[in-house]
């Protein structure tokens, strides 16, 4: 095991002023679950650390995985998400609409995935290209007719793309700019794509809404930077780039939506940078002092949830999981929840069921499995579908069955 990778600079600026945001320990990959037969190897273990620049202010965690590693144990099919693939739908009505796309213009989605998003597009005959790192998942994309390259995106990666295929009029990253390691070649690779007058759309996590809700579970090591609106615009400006306009958004408890184009483009500011520009600004997002205390509520979090299983167990009560997803993951791996507590954990997703958790080694199971168990009080771990998923078994209340979430704070219903 090497746990001296750990780079000691910031990934956008190479300030060497790191703070501490968190430390969460040694902890296996988040989406590296584990086959039965493997169940009594040792997970591969790494420090998990966020920390803050106190030059530009990107939390980040420090590259302490082999790239291999991460992407080996790729798991996540965007469609197995039904509300992700309607977001999809109106996103690409919405642009197609704002930009004026016609089948002259090419769309192009980096972390494309198994084409989730371009498919809409393909719909409207607005020819699209997706650029997906994972070979089994571009091939689910192309058999749904989405033209698709298998790559990593990056400067280099978008100078070949562009003589092969020409310049974009729209490029769309969603939940990708956190996850790729070096961020001033990703994004330099989107000035090189777009046309001139080209529009960028990305989607991230807000670190607003993970400070103010305490969603450290979100906190991963694939998951490189926690982007402010602050953060992002300085590294686009370096990039010959600029923001324009800015939504917010309720996915993965609270999300924005950057529209940002080349330097020179025509494109007017829109209210919704300033409000988000002076949300960011209001909440101290550029002074070390605002970074202070989160890391006691991150350990209040976890003694409520070590706190209500340890008395679920007492009373003889049946406590499983719901939602096998990463961020679950980190909760349970910083909680130090055992299967004892947690019996086991559904998920709707095939390619997931069968297997163990990393680190906690708790069963996933499918949702039936779940409705024959029968459990007293069911954990969703995905807390941001807390909605979807209570609504659509909401058959468990006939067994007397309730919901927990643990985020941002112990909730039974
Ligand atoms: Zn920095």
């Known amino acids: 095991m090497q746990h001296n990778m750990t780079s000691e600079t910031c990934r956008f600026c190479a300030s060497t002023g790191l703070e501490t945001f968190i430390d969460l320990g040694e902890t296996p990959l988040a989406n590296s679950y584990v086959s039965p037969e493997d169940a009594a190897s040792q997970d591969a ?16 965690v420090a590259d302490a995985v082999p790239p291999d590693k991460i992407f080996s144990h790729y798991a996540y099919f965007s469609s197995f998400s039904t509300s992700w693939v309607s977001h ?13 796309l016609s089948p002259d213009s090419l769309v192009v989605e980096v972390a494309s995935n198994d084409g989730y998003l371009l498919q809409h597009f393909v719909a409207m005959d607005i020819p699209v290209l997706g650029v997906e790192p994972a070979a089994n998942i571009a091939l689910e994309a192309e058999q749904k007719g989405v033209r698709t390259e298998v790559a990593f995106f990056g400067h280099q990666t978008a100078r070949d793309l562009r003589s092969q295929y020409g310049a974009a009029d729209l490029t769309a990253a969603n939940n990708v700019l956190a996850h790729v390691p070096d961020i001033n070649d990703f994004v330099a690779g989107f000035a090189e794509i ?9 989607e991230f996590p807000h670190l607003l809404s993970l400070m103010a809700e305490t969603q450290f579970d979100t906190i991963y090591h694939e998951h490189f930077s926690y982007l402010s609106l602050y953060a992002v615009e300085q590294c686009f400006e370096r990039h010959g780039m600029r923001v324009f306009d800015v939504e917010g958004l309720p996915t993965h408890g609270g999300s924005l939506r950057v529209w940002a184009c080349l330097a020179g483009a025509d494109y007017e500011v829109c209210d919704g940078l300033e409000k988000v520009r002076h949300q960011e600004a209001t ?19 976890r003694d409520d949830l070590l706190g209500f299983l340890h ?13 096998a997803a990463a961020k679950g993951n980190t909760l349970l791996n910083f909680s130090r929840v055992t299967p004892d507590l947690i019996t086991c954990v559904a998920d709707a997703n095939p390619h997931k069921q069968g297997t163990l958790l990393p680190g906690s080694r708790i069963a996933v ?24 998923i ?16 643990a985020i941002p704070e112990l909730e039974i219903f």
């Open 45 to 60: 273990c790494y420090p998990l650390h966020a920390r803050v620049c106190s030059n530009c202010f990107l939390v980040q």
């Open 88 to 100: 999809a739908k109106n996103y690409a009505t919405m642009a197609a609409r704002r930009l004026n």
């Open 194 to 202: 777009l046309k001139p007058q080209g529009v960028a759309t990305f």
């Open 283 to 301: 909440a101290g997002i550029n002074r070390l002092e605002s970074y202070q205390g989160f890391a006691p509520r991150v350990a209040k979090i």
């Open 311 to 323: 008395g679920a167990h007492d009373h003889g009560k049946t406590v499983a999981a719901y939602g």
């Open 365 to 388: 199971i499918s949702p039936q499995e779940l409705d024959n168990q029968k459990p007293d009080y069911i954990l969703i771990l995905p807390w941001n579908l807390r909605q979807e």
């Open 390 to 405: 209570s609504s659509s078994m909401d058959h468990v209340r006939q067994w007397g069955g309730q919901f927990v979430v």
